[in-house]
């Protein structure tokens, strides 16, 4: 087979118009024989880093992955678009694994997928002498790293790979790296002399916000009027209700808004995403169901009206601001209601316990980015295992927030929820605990005689919304927790060190601005 052209074959077997980020640079390395390492993150487009040059190269590009109940999926793919893939790994048959062996040996294979335990068996190292191979690549290769998250025994057999076949150019790969992580990478898999491509997960034009909520269509157009007049952009609510309400709010006040969500009519949704695309100035109003694949460059603000249920999630939706590079907005407002809903939304998710966590760990990353006193850019960089300065161009750098001792407030909290189970063998949600606390009368409290409980009223120090805000931040600790069909208040393992005086709790004190907004709300 003749060498073929990197660009032509991005166009003609993947049929992508440009090369994204450093993927050029990196295919053409790689295409003549360099070694390369790779930091990337997710969906930055890794995979084509290696699937060209192997396509460009004489022989088969021989794939690590630790993911092997993706493999089928990842051959499938490539075979629909007439590549000539295979794997070898231990969910196959003998007879499958034979065909794979026998179309590599005989040239007819483009990429081999291999499991790294593959590798130990003498037999493959042989088979492997005995074919032509274009490269290797080193897919999840963080999997080296001892200290990581994701070590795999298996992967330090890697090192072999250069010491065997010296002439081959390896590409080893990853989406998670710190800085340690990388140069263990690098020093493990023999690649300090390889080239080193590292993308940042930084968007330095986007300014990173999080406000709590009070009133959030009325913060949300403030928002818009003050600073994005007659920009695009798009605001993502959770349900589908939520997003043709605010639509309609928009519009009313003027604003040029659209909905988009999985409930409306094909031509209706195709019709609305059209004009976003093509008009200025134009607001989506939609679901998570809106953005893939969409490539704007003109998004000036991302707004979120409830939270995302991921880091990964919030830092993908934000990401859909600003690609040209001009400066961009990604606010989000947050409140109580939304740890509820969320942790709610947990409890009643179909799926196993080990789900369940999985999701738990997620809302929680999410929760301690929202409730952070440090930069934005620092805690969302730091998730994706990337170290970052203060940025200047967060909320939380503009006007650093001012933290506060809570721990007796928490107590007031945690107390009230203790003595309404303990004596009453009650549980109740966040709105009624605020109102003891608060010494309200209302018909709830006397219909409970909960005037009588010793907590009544030992909370005036504080307004409803600074209590609400005090909840918020021990459920987004797991302090305190929400559970059941009325979403009521319940302790957790450690709210009893916050109970005994054994921890302290230093809260944040949410800026003057939304105080100032839900005050004339009350008023
Ligand atoms: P990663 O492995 O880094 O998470 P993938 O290789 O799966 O990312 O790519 C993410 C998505 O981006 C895929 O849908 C892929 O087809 C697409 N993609 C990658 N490179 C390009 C490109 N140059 N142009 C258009 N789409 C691309
Ligand atoms: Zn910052």
Redesign the pocket.
């Known amino acids: 087979m003749a060498p073929r052209d990197p660009a032509q074959v991005?166009h003609q077997v993947?049929g992508?118009?440009?090369?994204?980020g450093d993927?050029r640079e990196i295919v053409e390395h790689v295409s003549g024989g360099g070694d390369a390492l790779v930091l990337?993150?997710?969906?930055?487009?890794?995979?084509?880093c290696y699937q060209i040059p192997a396509l460009v190269r004489d022989g088969t590009g021989v794939v690590i992955s630790p993911l092997i109940a993706l493999m089928q999926d990842q051959v499938d793919a490539l075979r629909a678009l007439g590549v000539r893939a295979g794997f070898l790994n231990s969910t196959q048959g003998p007879q499958e694994r034979r065909d794979t062996e026998r179309a590599f040996l005989d040239g007819e294979l483009d990429l081999l997928y291999l499991a790294p335990e593959r590798l130990r068996v003498a037999s493959t190292a042989d088979l492997l002498d005995r074919g032509r191979i274009a490269l290797f690549a080193i897919d999840e290769a963080h999997c080296v790293s001892q200290w990581g998250h994701d070590f795999r025994p298996d992967y330090l057999a890697l090192s072999e790979l250069h010491r065997r076949w010296p002439d081959v150019p390896r590409i080893a790969l990853t989406?998670t790296a710190t800085r340690a992580t990388h140069t263990e990478i690098a020093e493990r898999l023999d690649l300090t002399d390889a080239r080193h491509f590292v993308a940042s997960f930084d968007r330095p034009n986007i300014q990173y916000r999080i406000v709590p909520k009070a009133e959030e269509r009325r913060q949300l157009l403030e928002l818009l009027r003050a600073e994005h007049a007659g920009d695009a952009g798009i605001v993502y609510c959770l349900s589908r209700r939520k997003v043709e309400q605010v639509a309609e709010f928009l519009t009313a006040q003027g604003i040029t808004a659209l909905p988009y969500h999985a409930g409306l009519e094909a031509p209706v949704r195709a019709a609305n995403q059209a004009r976003f695309l093509r008009e200025d100035g134009v607001v989506m109003v939609a679901t998570i169901a809106f953005g893939m694949g969409i490539d704007k460059p003109d998004v000036r603000f991302v707004a979120h009206l409830d939270l995302p249920k991921s880091v990964e999630g919030y830092y993908q939706e934000t990401g859909r601001a600003g690609r040209d590079g001009l400066p961009s907005t990604a606010w989000l407002a947050y409140g109580l209601g939304d740890v509820v809903q969320q942790r709610k939304m947990i409890d009643e998710s179909e799926g196993d316990l080990a789900h369940r966590r999985r999701l738990t760990q997620h809302l929680d990353a999410m929760l301690a980015l929202c409730e952070t006193v440090e930069c934005r850019r620092v805690n969302l960089l730091a998730y994706f295992g990337q170290a970052g300065e203060p940025c200047g161009n967060c909320d939380t750098c503009l006007t650093p927030p001012q933290t506060w001792d809570g721990t007796v407030a928490a107590q007031k909290v945690l107390s009230t929820v203790w003595r309404l189970k303990k004596e009453r063998n009650q549980s109740f949600g966040a709105g009624h605990v605020v109102d003891i606390l608060l010494g309200k009368q209302s018909p709830k409290i006397s219909q409970h005689r909960h005037d009588e409980l010793s907590v009544f009223g030992v909370g005036s120090d504080l307004r409803d919304s600074e209590w609400r805000a005090v909840i918020r931040q021990l459920l987004a600790r797991e302090l305190l927790a929400v559970g059941g069909a009325y979403q009521t208040l319940a302790l957790t393992e450690t709210s009893g060190e916050v109970l005994r005086g054994e921890r302290t709790v230093a809260l944040r004190r949410d800026p003057e601005r939304a105080a100032r907004a839900s005050r004339s709300r009350s008023a």
């Open positions: 991005l993947f992508y118009e440009d090369f994204r993927q990337m993150p997710t969906g930055g487009g890794k995979s084509l989406a």
